[in-house]
């Protein structure tokens, strides 16, 4: 009898030990989501070779891609999915979380961020620091450090300084950069940038701004005429992170966390170069279309900071002491 009692014990034993084994592998096996087309789009590529490196030092850790939306149909739901613990990870633009944390319009900020050279020195400065210490009180931490450069693309005129949008209905992306579009004069439309082509083609939409990337493979090229894209000056610079839940961070130990950062900084230089790529090959797509293509001057690109200021910086301010503190944080980090 006392035997049989051992033999359960031990079996009871058995059976906790590989529960909880199960749950520890299920802990280490993450979901990392985006909307982008697989092997194709430089952030599904940038994530892939972010797991990479980060599996030559963490073979057990399991990250499965959910690439086009494949697993969140709509983009923005990623981030209350985030929050929530369905997922673990997502390559999000941080504007599409800015309707809950409006503080996250600031990586969109017309004139903060002039080019991809001028975000990189952004890196590990008080103005990262600040927009870190955002994001994790609102239950994410930033790992990548990806940033997309775009311009302007219309069918009427080109864009020059900012009297050149007065009267025309243009697509901003968000309320940071809508703001400065309504100051100089433009009607502006909220859409998703699925739906540029279509409003262009109809006749909704004179204009837009997006990004390299989305200029492609939208093919806006098809609807415009002009576009102002590339050189060293840009009014659209947006923040495309690889982001992680705060719980699935918190729960990493500190070597895995010190592996996360190290694969964060590989895929940064990888994203960079293929983002100076992708405005080559936008520029070229443009121009075989027939676009008239042209780069912002340093004049007009002053024009345009000058006007965010007043308009969009202002306003962006207004949100709250975060956002205040963003703002004086990146004049800091110049």
């Not at 400065?125 to 790992?143: D, F, M, P, T």
């Not at 390299?212 to 002009?226: D, G, L, P, V």
């Not at 610079?237 to 900084?265: R, Y």
């Not at 405005?279 to 002053?302: D, L, N, S």
């Amino acid at each position: 009898m006392k035997l049989f009692k051992l033999k359960a014990i031990a079996i009871g034993a058995l059976s906790v030990v590989l529960t909880l084994g199960a749950l520890s592998a299920e802990a280490q096996t993450f979901k990392l989501t985006h909307q982008w087309k697989e092997g194709v789009d430089a952030r599904d590529k940038a994530a892939r070779l972010f797991v990479e490196e980060v599996n030559k030092s963490l073979p057990d850790l399991k990250v499965r891609i959910y690439p086009g939306s494949s697993l969140i149909s709509h983009p923005k739901a990623q981030y209350d999915a985030l929050l929530q613990g369905t997922i673990e990870m997502s390559v999000f633009p941080l504007i599409y979380g800015s309707g809950k944390v409006p503080e996250f319009s600031g990586t969109i900020l017309p004139g903060a961020v002039n080019s991809l050279n001028d975000a990189e020195k952004l890196k590990h400065s008080v103005y990262h620091e600040q927009l870190q210490k955002i994001a994790e009180a609102n239950g994410i931490h930033i790992l990548t450090w990806w940033w997309t450069e775009g311009g302007f693309a219309t069918s009427a005129s080109p864009v020059t300084s900012p009297d050149t949008v007065a009267g025309t209905k243009l697509r901003g992306s968000d309320k940071a950069v809508d703001n400065m579009l309504l100051a100089a004069g433009a009607s502006v439309f909220s859409m998703p940038s699925t739906e540029i082509y279509s409003a262009l083609q109809t006749g909704v939409l004179d204009g837009a701004m997006t990004s390299f990337e989305s200029f492609q493979s939208m093919r806006i090229f098809e609807q415009t005429k002009y576009a102002t894209l590339g050189g060293d000056y840009s009014v659209f610079m947006l923040l495309q992170p690889l982001v992680i839940s705060m719980s699935a961070w918190e729960g990493l130990t500190d070597e895995q966390q010190a592996v996360f950062e190290k694969a964060a900084e590989i895929s940064d230089m990888f994203f960079k170069e293929q983002q100076e790529q992708a405005g080559q090959k936008t520029i070229e797509a443009f121009e075989k279309a027939g676009v008239e293509v042209r780069q912002m001057t340093e004049e007009e690109h002053k024009e345009w900071v000058d006007l965010a200021k007043r308009s969009s910086w202002v306003e962006f301010a207004k949100i709250s002491p975060d956002a205040n503190a963003l703002i004086e944080a990146l004049e800091a980090s110049k």
